[in-house]
């Protein structure tokens, strides 16, 4: 799946890095804690968070994410959007809350991370 | 060789080192998935020292072979190593949980994505951290 196809699966408004949004998806991770994600997450990671903080886009470009959806409508500032700019990461926002869009995905045939593990080592 | 000087409590430009130490690993040809490692490694020891440290320094040694990783920190260091490298085990306060770090997985992560990993701290001046990461 392409993120244009999370966009619209989550009804989701792109914030920055629209011209990233052929990025292929091959597992979500959603999580506020952000080592979780650097523990569980593999590349091409998308990460579906409620925080709108600086570290949300660290996360993203140490862990080689794919991109970003805020859930619960959380907007973030434009320090954030700035770096998310900078290092090429795309971000958008839902307004659906974090269990329903995680479950859209999932029904639309995202895996989850420990699944992707499973599938690379079977 | 580079070394980055962290400030405890910085958390607008925490990670800006990591992102620094990546961008050469990138620029030099390491393989992606090894950068990754050492991105990670690298960010979590520099948050480590961000949220409980006064000071630190970063290190980063790369080679043809490998990547050295060294973080020394002035702060309260840890008194239970074994403890503290319980996954889950966390000292962080609620104001850095907010900001989704702080869920003791930071240690734990970085043993787990080097090849060599030691940890040594003396209570109330600080720890040192050595990561080693090879390329291939």
Redesign the interface.
Same mark, same amino acid.
């Given at each position: 799946m392409k993120l244009a196809d999370v966009q619209k699966i989550l009804r989701a408004e792109v914030i920055c890095g629209a011209e990233y949004l052929d990025g292929e998806v091959r597992s979500a991770c959603g999580a &506020?804690?952000?080592? &979780?994600v650097?523990?569980h997450s593999k *590349?091409k990671t998308l990460l579906l968070?409620g925080?709108t903080?600086?570290?949300?886009i660290?996360?993203a *470009?140490?862990? &080689?994410l794919v991109g970003i959806v805020l859930v619960r409508g959380k907007r973030p500032g434009q320090d954030v959007i700035q770096m998310a700019e900078s290092?090429g990461i795309p971000v958008m926002v839902t307004s659906l809350p974090m269990f329903e869009s995680c479950g859209m995905l999932y029904n639309h045939g995202i895996k989850g991370c420990s699944e992707l593990v499973t599938a690379c080592e079977s | 060789m580079l070394d980055y000087v962290l400030k405890g409590g910085d958390?607008?430009t925490?990670?800006e080192a =990591? =992102?620094k130490i990546?961008r050469i690993l990138q620029q030099i040809g390491v393989r =992606?998935?090894v950068i !990754?490692r050492i991105?990670?490694s =690298?960010?979590?020891a520099e948050?480590n020292v961000i949220i409980h440290a006064y000071s630190g320094v970063l290190r980063a040694s790369i080679y043809p072979d490998r990547t050295e990783l060294s973080v020394a920190d002035e702060g309260p260091g840890i008194a239970d190593i074994d403890l503290a490298m319980q996954e889950g085990y966390s000292t962080a306060p609620d104001h850095i949980?907010e900001?989704?770090?702080g869920?003791?997985?930071?240690l734990?992560?970085m043993a !787990?994505c080097s090849d060599e990993f030691s940890i040594n701290s003396v209570a109330g001046e600080g720890m040192k951290i050595n990561i080693l990461i090879r390329h291939s």
């Open positions: &506020d804690l952000m080592s &979780d650097l523990v *590349e968070t925080l903080n600086i570290q949300i660290r996360t *470009e140490m862990g &080689d290092k | 958390f607008d925490a990670g =990591s =992102s990546k =992606s998935d !990754r991105a990670i =690298s960010y979590e948050m949980r900001m989704g770090f869920a003791g997985m930071g734990p992560n !787990r």
